[in-house]
């Protein structure tokens, strides 16, 4: 169970993150919608170490993991796939999932198996990433953060800015990771999609989550009142 | 002897003059090849800290000063040839790097462009002093005559010992460094956080830590360059900034964060000297900046620059 606890966060003075309260437990898919601006990313980046936090603000089965690097959030098991996909355009596709892989913990995710399961990257793997279409860059970073084997993985904007096609790619993995077992938080911004992939799901409005509760039979309109804070 | 050489005007000599400018041009450009590599060898830890970590390090040249002196204190104490005394120079000065980069760099690094130049110039000023203060200010040498004061004539072409045991193995270490930085997970590493640092972070990577282990490395090369400096020329605690300019200008002609190109770089720079020598035995470093200048006016962005993205 990852968990955060009443999470403050920000940028220098500014206060993007206001007593967040979440959690995700291993198998299950959790979506964070909210409008632009709403903190999505921020608590992303707030539990992976990028953005700095308290110590008794993120909770891995119980004990406190706040406020330690990417590096060691990466060694507990818990990875993100950044907003933009940032793969390494010096890299191929092989050595983007090599570098994670040596970097991360050992576990099922090996580059052998990131292939099976995602041949098309077979054909590509000693292309350089940036070389790639969108969804496969998508599909690449994923790998790459499955390639350091997390029990939680944090994805960002998933689906922005990919064809339709390549949306159901994405998910079609995202579904094959969860019931692997891990746990996995999705921001995305086609709120039907996300309740319709999801378990359960936060909505953030400014800094705070406004709504949560289960993906299935969500009701719509306080749905969209939360996200568009009307 | 030279003018010896030389045949008296008319048509008769016209040939052996041509067979003599000829052979003398030959020399002079393959011992500036030769002198290049040196200068290549100087710029290649610069280029690896500007390539890996976006950073100037203003006191590269005074470093390269340091490691000469550190080389002759170890000559005298384990009474050991220049070369052997790479043995000890070459860690000694890894663990120097690794703790600079750990106490000093990294608190500046990433932050602004200006923060590293500041802080290295510091260094600089620092360094020259403080050798100054050790080992005064007189001027030495490194003796190593079993390779200094050997040549070779190959068709009336003289060339050095040192020279050639110089450009052999400043090729080899750009080789190495080549190597690591393609097919290594070091290298992997040094390429990703070049293009970007925070995602770097994100699968993994801990660039202080690894910010240490390469300005380790650049430590390390820098005192092969030392060694073979010091053996050619004699050095004192104020030589640093030369050195410093020599590597600049082989970075900045190769193309910035291009290794090979540095290499390259630094070859153009070697045989401008030397051709500029030869019209003045003054003038070899200033056709050095020259032809620098020049060609930077002519490709700003240097000869084999990447691709801006």
């Given at each position: 169970?990852l968990?955060?606890?009443?999470?403050?966060?920000?940028?220098?003075?500014?206060?993007?993150?206001?007593?967040?309260?979440?959690?995700?437990?291993?198998?299950?898919?959790?979506?964070?919608?909210?409008?632009?601006?709403?903190?999505k990313?921020?608590?992303?980046?707030?539990?992976?170490?990028?953005?700095?936090?308290?110590?008794?603000?993120?909770?891995?089965?119980?004990?406190?993991?706040?406020?330690?690097?990417?590096?060691r959030?990466?060694?507990?098991?818990?990875?993100?796939?950044?907003?933009?996909?940032?793969?390494?355009?010096?890299?191929?596709?092989?050595?983007?999932?090599?570098?994670?892989?040596?970097?991360?913990?050992?576990?099922?995710?090996?580059?052998?198996?990131?292939?099976?399961?995602?041949?098309?990257?077979?054909s590509?793997?000693?292309?350089?990433?940036?070389?790639l279409?969108?969804?496969?860059?998508?599909?690449?970073?994923?790998?790459?953060?499955?390639?350091?084997?997390?029990?939680?993985?944090?994805?960002?904007?998933?689906?922005?800015?990919?064809?339709?096609?390549?949306?159901?790619?994405?998910?079609?993995?995202?579904?094959?990771?969860?019931?692997?077992?891990?746990?996995?938080?999705?921001?995305?911004?086609?709120?039907?999609?996300?309740?319709?992939?999801?378990?359960?799901?936060?909505?953030?409005?400014?800094?705070?989550?406004?709504?949560?509760?289960?993906?299935?039979?969500?009701?719509?309109?306080?749905?969209?009142?939360?996200?568009?804070?009307? | 002897?030279?003018?010896?050489?030389?045949?008296?005007?008319?048509?008769?000599?016209?040939?052996?003059?041509?067979?003599?400018?000829?052979?003398?041009?030959?020399?002079?450009?393959?011992?500036?090849?030769?002198?290049?590599?040196?200068?290549?060898?100087?710029?290649?830890?610069?280029?690896?800290?500007?390539?890996?970590?976006?950073?100037?390090?203003?006191?590269h040249?005074?470093?390269?000063?340091?490691?000469a002196?550190i080389t002759?204190?170890?000559?005298?104490?384990?009474?050991?040839h220049?070369?052997?005394?790479?043995?000890?120079?070459?860690?000694?000065?890894?663990?120097?790097?690794?703790?600079?980069q750990?106490?000093?760099?990294?608190?500046?690094?990433?932050?602004?462009?200006?923060?590293?130049?500041?802080?290295?110039?510091?260094?600089?000023?620092?360094?020259?002093?403080?050798?100054?203060?050790?080992?005064?200010?007189?001027?030495?040498?490194?003796?190593?005559?079993?390779?200094?004061?050997?040549?070779?004539?190959?068709?009336?072409?003289?060339?050095?010992?040192?020279?050639?045991?110089?450009?052999?193995?400043?090729?080899?270490?750009?080789?190495?460094?080549?190597?690591?930085?393609?097919?290594?997970?070091?290298?992997?590493?040094?390429?990703?956080?070049?293009?970007?640092?925070?995602?770097?972070?994100?699968?993994g990577?801990?660039?202080?830590?690894?910010?240490?282990?390469?300005t380790?490395?650049?430590?390390?090369?820098?005192?092969?360059?030392?060694?073979?400096?010091?053996?050619?020329?004699?050095?004192?605690?104020?030589?640093?900034?030369?050195?410093?300019?020599y590597?600049?200008?082989?970075v900045v002609?190769?193309?910035?964060?291009?290794?090979?190109?540095?290499f390259?770089?630094?070859?153009?720079i070697?045989?401008?000297?030397?051709?500029?020598?030869?019209?003045?035995?003054?003038l070899?470093?200033?056709f050095?900046?020259?032809?620098?200048?020049?060609?930077?006016?002519?490709?700003p962005?240097?000869?084999?620059?990447?691709?801006?993205?």
């Amino acid at each position: 169970m990852l968990r955060t606890r009443s999470l403050c966060a920000g940028y220098g003075l500014f206060q993007a993150l206001f007593n967040v309260t979440i959690e995700v437990a291993l198998g299950e898919l959790v979506a964070l919608i909210g409008a632009n601006g709403a903190g999505k990313s921020t608590l992303l980046r707030s539990i992976v170490g990028s953005v700095s936090v308290a110590k008794d603000a993120v909770f891995l089965d119980d004990e406190p993991i706040g406020a330690a690097s990417e590096r060691r959030q990466l060694k507990r098991g818990i990875a993100l796939v950044p907003e933009g996909r940032r793969l390494f355009p010096s890299l191929t596709v092989l050595e983007n999932l090599l570098l994670a892989a040596r970097n991360g913990r050992r576990g099922m995710w090996s580059i052998d198996r990131i292939f099976a399961e995602l041949p098309i990257l077979g054909s590509i793997s000693t292309k350089p990433a940036t070389a790639l279409s969108g969804g496969q860059q998508q599909l690449v970073a994923i790998g790459r953060a499955l390639a350091a084997n997390p029990n939680f993985l944090l994805c960002d904007e998933v689906s922005l800015g990919l064809a339709p096609l390549a949306v159901g790619d994405v998910y079609a993995l995202l579904r094959k990771v969860r019931s692997a077992g891990s746990g996995i938080i999705i921001v995305e911004q086609n709120v039907s999609r996300a309740l319709g992939e999801s378990d359960r799901f936060y909505c953030l409005q400014k800094g705070r989550v406004v709504l949560e509760g289960r993906s299935e039979g969500a009701d719509r309109a306080s749905v969209a009142q939360a996200y568009f804070g009307v | 002897m030279k003018g010896d050489r030389r045949a008296p005007t008319g048509q008769a000599s016209l040939r052996p003059t041509l067979v003599y400018e000829m052979s003398a041009f030959i020399e002079t450009l393959i011992n500036g090849l030769l002198l290049g590599a040196l200068y290549a060898l100087f710029g290649l830890g610069l280029s690896i800290s500007l390539g890996v970590m976006r950073m100037i390090n203003i006191a590269h040249g005074d470093l390269i000063v340091v490691g000469a002196y550190i080389t002759s204190v170890v000559m005298e104490v384990a009474d050991v040839h220049a070369l052997a005394s790479l043995f000890f120079v070459a860690p000694i000065m890894f663990i120097i790097g690794w703790v600079l980069q750990r106490a000093l760099f990294n608190h500046v690094i990433g932050r602004s462009v200006f923060a590293p130049l500041l802080v290295t110039f510091g260094l600089s000023i620092v360094v020259q002093n403080l050798l100054q203060e050790t080992f005064t200010a007189d001027t030495r040498s490194l003796r190593a005559e079993n390779i200094s004061q050997i040549g070779f004539d190959i068709g009336g072409v003289s060339i050095g010992l040192l020279p050639l045991v110089s450009a052999g193995v400043s090729a080899g270490l750009f080789a190495l460094t080549h190597a690591v930085i393609a097919s290594t997970h070091y290298g992997r590493q040094s390429r990703a956080v070049a293009d970007d640092p925070s995602t770097a972070r994100l699968v993994g990577v801990d660039d202080k830590n690894f910010f240490a282990i390469v300005t380790g490395f650049v430590m390390a090369a820098i005192a092969f360059a030392a060694v073979l400096y010091a053996i050619r020329t004699p050095f004192s605690p104020t030589a640093g900034p030369d050195r410093l300019l020599y590597s600049f200008e082989a970075v900045v002609l190769g193309g910035l964060g291009n290794l090979w190109g540095t290499f390259f770089g630094g070859l153009v720079i070697g045989v401008a000297q030397l051709f500029g020598a030869r019209v003045s035995s003054g003038l070899g470093p200033f056709f050095g900046h020259l032809v620098f200048l020049t060609m930077l006016l002519a490709r700003p962005q240097g000869l084999f620059a990447k691709v801006a993205r």
